[in-house]
């Protein structure tokens, strides 16, 4: 850890003191160049009757003295000698000393910790697969003194509690696994907002979409087995599909569909979340893996939502934003709505940004949904070819028109997504600032799609109908309620993903990314927003 710190204070106290970790290339191509050091072999305490060399891999051993531990990828002893070899995907850099700092205090501390296991050990090696050279690093004073210092630096850290700054435009970030969860070009942008200080636009430093994707199963009576690297999904003995399991983001499970014990093993071990569903599309559970360690993060969480002012304060920005969005959705999509339409939900956002209780923000949502859901009908173009998509207003338990049952499947799925991405980030789905605490729901899930409803759900409706991708011959009526049938609910479920995967314009970033990639954005920064960071949330408006 005294690597990252060296690195980025910032990155060893995500890291070390609140357990966070993503891969990316840099990661996954470093562990295939460790994949001979990093399986264990030999003992370095192994006593021998000559002195004949010989080389332990993957040793962990401690100072106890010196405060230190670590794995070690390579020693070569020789009698009394140790000398640590430390592994590095790339290749040698162009520095003075023939390697950064970083990976000099890293060898270092190995040294210290052989000195003290009562080898001599005066000088390492970093060996840079990239370009199979062996840089020999000295142990002189001046290094074991900045290592000594640097490991005091960090343990001061982690008894303060209090995560360091981002860096300022840094080259580092960009090559860092863990960017997109410490956002350093975003944080410093609102921070300079905030003092009302010039700043440039933030690079976007992580991948425009996700390249793992979500996979549903809602064929009654399947079963989902695995094999290598592979989820098989099979119905008897007829397989329907399979899927690579490192493209796999999420498993959503729809009605009558089983899992294999081994299968369910390798998605927990790969943090991928598995969703329940009923077989109409109802979300009420999901299996991950350990809950996740970021508990300083659920603190934050606990102390803003007993605050009464904090937490009315994070739902009149959910309330507003919504509003403005679904006045943004009647914009670009309905026929004849009228001046007095619009200016009374720009009225209502304003009222709900400035409003000062709980109950009167109910009040303004109410007014500004039954104002969207009249002119609800006017985004249906599909009317004048097919007139089934009649809409005079929302219900639900059970949908009793095509339009609704749209609705209630696409918020379910919404809310799903979200549930699984506040889950991911270390933030209690069942604890939300508007939404408040109830028995079984995901009330900060709620509380964040209160923004996205408008252009993720409703908008993922209005095409669907729209475009012809669902028929009213495409609904089962039974007893009052309306359901979708099993082909075009795999229809719908593919126009949904379709919106996900669309790039969008940060409104305040400036940069294109996905809204999947959104919606982990705006998670992260509430968090930030909560563990006092940044001091007010920044909405998601769209224009």
Known sequence: ????????????????????????????????AHRRVDVEQGDVNQTTDDDAPRVVRSSMLSAPQAG??????????????????????????????????????QLCVQGIILRENGF?????????????????????????TQTQSLATQLRKMGEQGHIPPPLND???????????????????????????????????????????????????????TKSGDLLIIKKGSQKLAECKLFETSQLSLLGNIQVSTQALHELVSRNIPVGYFSSGGWFYGMTIGLPHKNIELRIHQHRVAANQKQSLLLA???????????????????DNITELILNQLKELSQQAYECESAESLLGIEGTAARLYFEIFPNMIKRNEIDGDFTFTGRNRRPPRDPVNALL????????????????????DPYLGFY???????????LDLMEEFRPIIADSTVIAAINTGVITSEDFTYAGGAVALNKGARKSFMQAYERRMDQLIRHPVFGYQISYRRILDVQTRLLGRYLSGEINAYPEFITR
């Open 435 to 445: 939404h408040r605490p109830r028995y079984g729901r995901p009330s900060l899930a």
């Open 408 to 427: 209630s499947l696409a918020y379910s799925l919404l809310t799903k997504d979200l549930t699984i991405i506040i889950t991911m980030a270390g933030l």
């Open 1 to 32: 850890m005294l690597n990252e710190y060296a690195y980025c204070p910032r990155l060893a106290y995500l890291e070390w003191v609140q357990n966070e970790f993503a891969d990316n290339y840099f990661t996954e191509d470093g562990r295939f």
């Open 120 to 144: 001599t050990c005066d000088h390492g090696i970093i060996y840079f697969a990239g370009s199979k050279d062996r840089v020999e690093v000295t142990f002189d004073d001046a290094l074991i």
């Open 316 to 334: 009149c920005r959910f309330v507003s934003t919504k509003i403005r969005n679904c006045r943004t959705m009647l914009r670009r999509n309905a």
């Open 68 to 105: 230190f531990i670590a794995r070690i990828d390579l020693i070569e002893v020789t009698g009394e000698v140790a000398v640590p070899v430390d592994y590095k995907r790339s290749s040698k850099p162009n520095t003075p000393n023939g390697a950064y700092d970083p990976e000099r205090v």
């Open 170 to 224: 840094s080259p580092k970030c960009e090559g860092c696994s863990l960017v997109s969860i410490c956002l350093p070009d975003e944080l410093v942008l609102l921070s300079k907002q905030q003092q009302q200080q010039d700043s440039n636009e933030p690079r976007r430093l992580m991948p425009a979409r996700d390249d793992a994707l979500p996979v549903y199963v809602q064929e009654q009576g399947a079963y989902v």
